[in-house]
């Protein structure tokens, strides 16, 4: 079991930066495990943002977040942080934190999930 809680969502105008970050626990965190931000818009799927696997083994961007966004894992706090930067009014909706072993920004690989933070960009 891997527990997840998001924290870092607020209101922002376009151009500026938010930084969310999710706390893992559980004894699951002890393993291998993908660590990943999704999004989900308004009459929109829940899309992939990035992931990283806790162990080093890599990251991955969605390409709307190429550039922008920078995804980061302190093993010591379990904590995954999303840094988001030069924010557009498209990049508003609920981030949710997931946890799996899928190394996929599909989310039918992530098995944990938190109840998301709200990022609100206006123009």
């Known amino acids: 079991q891997v527990q997840l809680v998001e924290s870092g969502g607020d209101s922002v105008e376009a151009g500026g930066s938010l930084r969310l970050s999710c706390q893992a626990s559980?004894?699951?965190?002890?393993?291998?495990?993908?660590l990943a931000w999704f999004r989900e818009t308004p009459g929109k799927e829940r899309e992939g943002v990035a992931y990283?696997?806790?162990?080093?083994?890599?990251?991955a961007y969605a390409d709307s977040a190429k550039g922008r966004f920078t995804i980061s894992y302190d093993s010591a706090k379990t904590t995954v942080y999303l840094q988001m930067n030069d924010l557009e009014p498209g990049d508003t909706g609920r981030y949710y934190c997931?946890?799996?072993?899928?190394?996929?920004?599909?989310?039918?690989?992530?098995?944990?999930w938190g109840q998301g933070t709200q990022v609100t960009v206006s123009s």
């Open positions: 990283i696997h806790n162990g080093g083994r890599g990251t």
């Open positions: 997931a946890a799996g072993r899928g190394f996929s920004l599909n989310r039918r690989y992530y098995n944990y």
């Open positions: 559980g004894r699951s965190t002890d393993l291998s495990l993908c």
